[in-house]
T-cell receptor
Framework: GEDVEQSLFLSVREGDSSVINCTYT??????LYWYKQEPGAGLQLLTY?????DMKQDQRLTVLLNKKDKHLSLRIADTQTGDSAIYFC???????????FGTGTRLQVFP | DVKVTQSSRYLVKRTGEKVFLECVQDMDHENMFWYRQDPGLGLRLIYFSYDVKMKEKGDIPEGYSVSREKKERFSLILESASTNQTSMYLC????????????FGPGTRLTVL
């Protein structure tokens, strides 16, 4: 079945850029998503990219999609302590309303 | 402001008890989902529903059942709670068009003793 993989932890210094990576197996993915989960809260959609795009930029966030390698990344510029959270990659296929989530990457930002 | 609410933030139950987790959304969404979240395993889909009285099993339905009698409400039922069902439970809903963003509730942390 479909699978989405992420590394579990990332630690960066405040002000640096963070890059969170994700790989997926479903070649029929239509949308790919990045969700953010702050401590004690549910998930919130951060950004998404349609599968026919290579890149999407939204303020400090840049999403890169390499369809050939089935690799998705989220870059956060000028990372702040408020960016500390768990980030989930997810993908959906055209024939289902379900999302497949990765394991989540815990981003820790230190001063 | 769109909203998904869950009946409890924290719940402590004993082994063998019947447990009800309630989820309500105010967005008139067709689809609703129940996930459990465990460290290192991400979100795993338990059940989902694409319409009133309709349900489909997700990846880990064993030990759970669901009920959707009204469009806005989706309940998760643990018929006989066990300690391995201690987890964070997240409810989500989505419409059927566009980017299919799933909107999540705040979660219920269930502890089974």
């Amino acid at each position: 079945g479909e699978d989405v993989e992420q590394s579990l932890f990332l630690s960066v210094r405040e002000g640096d850029s963070s890059v969170i990576n994700c790989t997926y197996t479903d070649s029929s993915s239509t949308y790919l998503y990045w969700y953010k989960q702050e401590p004690g809260a549910g998930l919130q959609l951060l950004t998404y990219i349609f599968s026919n795009m290579d890149m999407k930029q939204d303020q400090r966030l840049t999403v890169l999609l390499n369809k050939k390698d089935k690799h998705l990344s989220l870059r956060i510029a000028d990372t702040q302590t408020g960016d500390s959270a768990i980030y989930f990659c997810a993908e959906s296929s055209y024939n289902t309303d379900k999302l497949i989530f990765g394991t989540g990457t815990r981003l820790q930002v230190f001063p | 402001d769109v909203k998904v609410t869950q009946s409890s933030r924290y719940l402590v139950k004993r082994t063998g008890e019947k447990v009800f987790l309630e989820c309500v959304q105010d967005m008139d969404h067709e689809n609703m989902f129940w996930y459990r979240q465990d460290p290192g395993l991400g979100l795993r889909l338990i059940y989902f529903s694409y319409d009133v009285k309709m349900k489909e099993k997700g990846d880990i339905p064993e030990g759970y059942s669901v009920s959707r009698e009204k469009k806005e409400r989706f309940s998760l039922i643990l018929e006989s709670a066990s300690t391995n069902q201690t987890s964070m439970y997240l409810c989500a809903s989505t419409g059927t068009s566009g980017k299919r963003e799933q909107f999540f509730g705040p979660g219920t942390r269930l502890t089974v003793l």
